[in-house]
C-alpha cells in the first residue's frame, strides 16, 4: 500500500526556519517525483514546489512567492523528502501537504498520493 | 501564470443528483488537467488526470470531459461520501495552479 506521510510543523516566529518531512513507503520512491502543496486558512491549493526523481536529475522548481526562500531535498534511500523553509512570514502560514507526483513523457506532473498535512503557523 | 477558475463555487445537490463543474483556465493547456477531491482533516485524493482519464480505484460515477481551455468535472449518482470541495490543477507548465474550488454539499 502506497503510503505518504507528512510532518515537522509547528509554530515558528517571523523569520525563522523550519523543515518539513514527507516519509513514504509501498512502492519505490526514488521513481518519483514529490511535490509540495499547502492551503492558506479559508483558502484554496497552492502549488509550493517540488523536486523531481534521479531519471530528471533530481532537480527542484519552486512557486514565485517561495524562491530562494525554500529548498526541497531528497534520500532516495530511505524513500523520504525534506523542504527547507527560511525567511518565514505570516503568508505562509498553512497546511503544508507532499504528495507523489506522477508524469509522462511531454508533460508536467500531476499528484496521485497525497499526505494527511502539517499546519505551519507563522505568528510572533 | 495560467489562471484557472471554477464555477459554481458551491453547489448544493442530493443523494442520487447528476452534477457538473466547470473549471477554465485562462491560456490552453491542451489535455493536461486534473480533478482531486478533498475531505477538510483529509488528504486530498485524485479523481482524474489527462482530463478524463479515472485514476485506479475512483468510482466510475466520477467523469471528465473538456480540452484547451474549457473543462468539466460530472458526478453521476450523487453519494454522501462525495461531499468535499473539487479542485481542478492544470500541470502544462510551472507554476502548476489550482483552481479555486467548488465546495460539494449534499
Known amino acids: 500500500e502506497v503510503q505518504v506521510v507528512d510532518s515537522g510543523g509547528g509554530l515558528v516566529q517571523p523569520g525563522g526556519s523550519l523543515r518539513l518531512s514527507c516519509t513514504t513507503s509501498?512502492?519505490?520512491?526514488?521513481?518519483?517525483?514529490v511535490t509540495w502543496v499547502r492551503q492558506a486558512p479559508g483558502k484554496g491549493l497552492e502549488w509550493v514546489g517540488f523536486i523531481r526523481d534521479r531519471t530528471y536529475g533530481r532537480t527542484t522548481e519552486f512557486a514565485a512567492s517561495v524562491k530562494g526562500r525554500f529548498s526541497i531535498s531528497r534520500d532516495d534511500s530511505r524513500g523520504f523528502a525534506l523542504m527547507q523553509m527560511n525567511s518565514l512570514t505570516t503568508e505562509d502560514t498553512g497546511v503544508y501537504y507532499c504528495?507523489?507526483?506522477?508524469?509522462?513523457?511531454?508533460?508536467?506532473?500531476?499528484?496521485?498520493?497525497w499526505g494527511q498535512g502539517t499546519l505551519v503557523t507563522v505568528s510572533s | 501564470d495560467i489562471q484557472m477558475t471554477q464555477f459554481p463555487s458551491t453547489l448544493s445537490a442530493s443523494v442520487g443528483d447528476t452534477v457538473t463543474i466547470t473549471c477554465r483556465a485562462s491560456q490552453s493547456v491542451g489535455y493536461l488537467l486534473a480533478w482531486y477531491q478533498h475531505i477538510p482533516g483529509n488528504a486530498p485524493k485524485l479523481l482524474i488526470y489527462?482530463?478524463?482519464i479515472l485514476d485506479g480505484g475512483v468510482p466510475s460515477r466520477f467523469s471528465g470531459s473538456g480540452s484547451e481551455t474549457d473543462f468539466t468535472l460530472t458526478i453521476s449518482g450523487l453519494q454522501p461520501s462525495d461531499s468535499a470541495t473539487y479542485y481542478c490543477?492544470?500541470?502544462?507548465?510551472?507554476?502548476?495552479?489550482f483552481g479555486p474550488g467548488t465546495k460539494v454539499e449534499i
Open positions: 509501498g512502492f519505490t520512491f526514488s521513481d518519483y517525483a
Open positions: 504528495a507523489r507526483s506522477r508524469t509522462r513523457p511531454g508533460e508536467k506532473y500531476y499528484f496521485d498520493s
Open positions: 489527462g482530463a478524463s
Open positions: 490543477q492544470h500541470y502544462s507548465s510551472y507554476p502548476e495552479t
